[in-house]
T-cell receptor, first 116, second 113 residues
Framework: NAGVTQTPKFRVLKTGQSMTLLCAQD?????MYWYRQDPGMGLRLIHY???????AKGEVPDGYNVSRLKKQNFLLGLESAAPSQTSVYFC???????????????FGDGTRLSIL | SQQGEEDPQALSIQEGENATMNCSYK?????LQWYRQNSGRGLVHLIL?????REKHSGRLRVTLDTSKKSSSLLITASRAADTASYFC?????????????FGTGTRLTIIP
């Protein structure tokens, strides 16, 4: 049972380049999330999805796009990378609440992205 | 803006001592969760306390919640070197579902052997 797997683990981009970060979970979770973690800022929610085919904006969505074509995968795209997007990106998933507000989130080990 | 703020930002103690870290938040919540993050790894869920609970235990962890003060504390008893990590509180605001967990900035705990 792999849990949440993120690829790649590291990446260096030049300003203006594009890339896609992949998140895969094998727990059949409905909810999936993308966060960024910056020093002194904690985790900030970029986008999230409450089910296959649905996505929604989080706290810091600008400059990012997401897609959830399959239940187990959640993709985060950077169309034109900027130095301000240098960060560590974490994907997480959780069981659907279905009225229960007590489900923990399960995290991948992150993608370390540097934009030069 | 961050819903949760941990205090202190960093804490160093001797192995075997107890470690206490605090979390304050701003709005009413359904529950509050604590997570641990080891260096270079993702967050791992430790414990959840609901808004109608005041104290919860899990092994060497003890969490308290004071909704009147909008604060929580995490106590780790008999600390071990393996407890060295960053600890984050996360709140589930009353008006949103699980998709809206908001994380604090974390407490970096160092256990000195």
């Amino acid at each position: 049972n792999a849990g949440v797997t993120q690829t790649p683990k590291f990446r260096v981009l030049k300003t203006g380049q594009s890339m896609t970060l992949l998140c895969a979970q094998d727990m059949n979770h409905e909810y999936m999330y993308w966060y960024r973690q910056d020093p002194g800022m904690g985790l900030r929610l970029i986008h999230y999805s409450v089910g296959e085919g649905t996505t929604a904006k989080g706290e810091v969505p600008d400059g990012y796009n997401v897609s959830r074509l399959k239940k187990q995968n959640f993709l985060l795209g950077l169309e034109s990378a900027a130095p301000s997007q240098t960060s560590v990106y974490f994907c997480a998933s959780s069981y659907s609440s279905q009225g229960r507000r007590d489900q923990p989130q399960h995290f991948g080990d992150g993608t370390r992205l540097s934009i030069l | 803006s961050q819903q949760g703020e941990e205090d202190p930002q960093a804490l160093s103690i001797q192995e075997g001592e107890n470690a206490t870290m605090n979390c304050s938040y701003k709005t009413s919540i359904n529950n509050l969760q604590w997570y641990r993050q080891n260096s270079g790894r993702g967050l791992v869920h430790l414990i959840l306390i609901r808004s109608n609970e005041r104290e919860k235990h899990s092994g060497r962890l003890r969490v308290t919640l004071d909704t009147s003060k909008k604060s929580s504390s995490l106590l780790i008893t008999a600390s071990r070197a393996a407890d060295t990590a960053s600890y984050f509180c996360a709140t589930d605001p009353h008006n949103f579902g699980n998709e809206k967990l908001t994380f604090g900035t974390g407490t970096r705990l160092t256990i000195i052997p």
